[in-house]
């Protein structure tokens, strides 16, 4: 025992010098007035800025606020595309790729300070208790929501939950007093990315799509082979509009077009090495002929699709150039649920063009290129866009192709803007054509109601002469009447009054095939298409080169 006291003793002594030694030490910095012997080992400045902030500052700060708040700035420094998505947003941003969200299944629009109920989603949550379309939503739980200037989000905010969880909602409907009260229990309900399919003759189909989802692939296909069962030969996919979304979707649908080992696009980055997709031969519709539509707001997965197509001289690109948005992202999730959508690649379509547009000039200046676009006569004269020879490129049958901003069409359509006048900009902005549309259907559901296709409904407002009716209209609005000016933009009202109105009986299957006829972008693509052109190649000046057959 000794011996072992003699060992130990000094190591107790030792360790209770040094551990006085750091209470005086921690005492006495802790007395001084100055952060200078604080520090963090941290690997870079923002953390350090951060933790220093945390630790010392004068007031309580709340440091997840401040992050909150720096990131998007941080990212700023990057590219346009790069972008943080808080916790918050995450449910939105899933409910657009995944195709489908939680509420109760109507489609609604706010106008004078009143919820109309514009459409009841078959087999819905809403359509299985008895809403109506011509409902008014006047009452969300124990929330008022007529006449108090009630906004779409809130609106929004108050039917959608979580699925199977219940809501009452109280209705006003036309001839009945009083309210009526409907509790609806929340479902599933599917957000499309194909608005419509029809036959514009006896050999072409029109396909609109609007954004790419999960589900996109599966519509499309089931779209064509609908087309394809009533004869189609050919084959119009409008992407006007269309700012992209699931790279997996635009790949599954170019699949279907090109043959075995045809190029699709490849990908590159700093740290991404070179991925490159190609078609696998599923090849469906190889007996279809293609026309793709575009313009200045056609981005992303839009591109890669007229591009590839474009490309592989597997179809003709119709419209205006597109967006230039040629940035691969990858959504990578955060601890907090949120998420960083981080660009990690350039995409190049089949013959190696990059079509990212510019942006050095900043994000804001990036996208409001369009007034740049207008201001250099870019969306009403083709010859006003210049193109440099080192961003040249050539298809696959030799035809000429530029990179460096979007995809310039093979046929130019510029921006229409005949039929314009004072009296049409004047009930334009006051949204009238729209707001009388929805009430002339409200008010004549009953025999509107009985028709059943687009045409029914062209002849049957004709023969009502429903626009005399707006004109009326227009005059209780504060829009007086102006004979010139209805000489100048009568067809256009008369054609968007029916096509509003058959939009709100039978949706956009009443709508588009109206509204055809005074689409000028659509009506150049139908004529193109009936012109049977195995070899073209359009410049800017509309003049035909003969080339390689398109496939």
Avoid at 292 to 312: K, P, T, Y
Avoid at 370 to 391: G, P, T, V
Avoid at 452 to 471: G, I, M, P, R
Wanted: hydrophobic fraction near 40%; include cysteine.
């Amino acid at each position: 025992m000794n011996k072992k006291t003699i060992v130990i003793l000094p190591l107790l002594i030792a360790v209770s010098v040094a551990v006085g030694i750091l209470i005086g030490n921690l005492l006495n910095k802790n007395s001084q007035p100055t952060f200078g012997g604080m520090h963090a080992g941290t690997s870079n400045k923002i953390s350090t800025v951060l933790n220093l902030i945390d630790l010392g500052y004068v007031d309580s700060v709340n440091t997840a606020s401040i992050i909150e708040q720096t990131i998007p700035e941080l990212l700023k420094s990057l590219d346009p595309h790069t972008t943080y998505i808080p916790a918050k947003d995450m449910v939105g941003v899933q409910e657009e790729m995944t195709g489908n969200f939680s509420g109760i299944g109507v489609q609604f629009s706010v106008m004078e300070d009143t919820v109309r109920v514009i459409e009841v989603i078959a087999g819905g949550p809403s359509s299985k208790v008895g809403l109506m379309a011509g409902d008014r939503i006047v009452r969300v739980n124990d929330s008022i929501i007529a006449g108090v200037n009630v906004q779409n989000r809130t609106v929004l905010s108050l039917l959608k939950g979580k699925k199977n969880t219940k809501v009452i909602v109280g209705i006003s409907r036309k001839d009945f007093n009083g309210e009526l009260e409907f509790e609806i229990t929340r479902g599933d309900i599917p957000l499309y990315s194909v608005d419509v399919s029809y036959m514009i003759d006896e050999a072409t189909g029109f396909i609109k799509i609007s954004r790419f989802a999960n589900k996109t692939y599966d519509e499309f296909m089931d779209r064509m082979q609908l087309l394809d069962d009533n004869g189609a030969k050919k084959v119009i996919i409008d992407l006007r509009g269309n700012t992209g979304g699931s790279l997996m979707a635009v790949l599954q649908m170019l699949d279907e077009f090109l043959e075995k080992g045809e190029p699709i696009l490849y990908t590159e980055g700093v740290n991404q090495p070179r991925k490159t997709y190609d078609a696998s031969g599923k090849n469906r519709w190889k007996d279809m002929d293609v026309f793709v539509m575009i313009d200045e707001s056609s981005a992303s997965a839009s591109e890669i699709f007229a591009g590839a197509l474009q490309d592989n001289d597997r179809g003709l690109v119709i419209g205006r150039r597109s967006f230039g948005k040629g940035l691969v992202q990858e959504q990578i999730p955060l601890m907090d649920g949120s998420a960083l959508r981080l660009t990690v690649a350039r995409f190049y379509t089949p013959s190696g063009r990059c079509i990212q547009s510019s942006y050095e000039k900043g994000n804001d200046e990036y996208f409001n290129n369009m007034h740049e676009r207008f201001q250099n006569n870019e969306l009403l004269i083709a010859d006003s866009i210049h193109f440099n020879d080192s961003l040249k490129f050539e298809t696959k049958g030799g035809r000429t192709v530029y990179g460096g901003g979007g995809i310039m069409p093979d046929f130019f359509v510029p921006v229409d803007t005949a039929g314009n006048s004072e009296y049409f900009t004047k009930i334009y902005r006051k949204g009238l054509i729209y707001s009388f549309a929805y009430t002339y259907a409200d008010e004549h559901r009953n025999e509107l109601s009985t028709l059943e296709s687009a045409e029914e409904f062209d002849s049957y407002l004709d023969e009502k002469n429903v626009l005399n009716d707006f004109v009326k209209y227009a005059t209780e609005k504060g829009v007086e009447k102006d004979t010139k000016g209805l000489m100048e933009s009568g067809h256009i009202i008369n054609t968007q009054l029916k096509a509003y109105v058959a939009r709100n009986i039978i949706g956009e299957e009443g709508f588009y095939p109206i509204i055809k006829k005074i689409d000028k972008a659509l009506l150049k693509a139908i004529e193109i298409s009936q012109q049977n052109l195995l070899v073209v190649n359009i410049n800017a000046n509309d003049s035909i080169s003969t080339l390689p057959q398109l496939r």
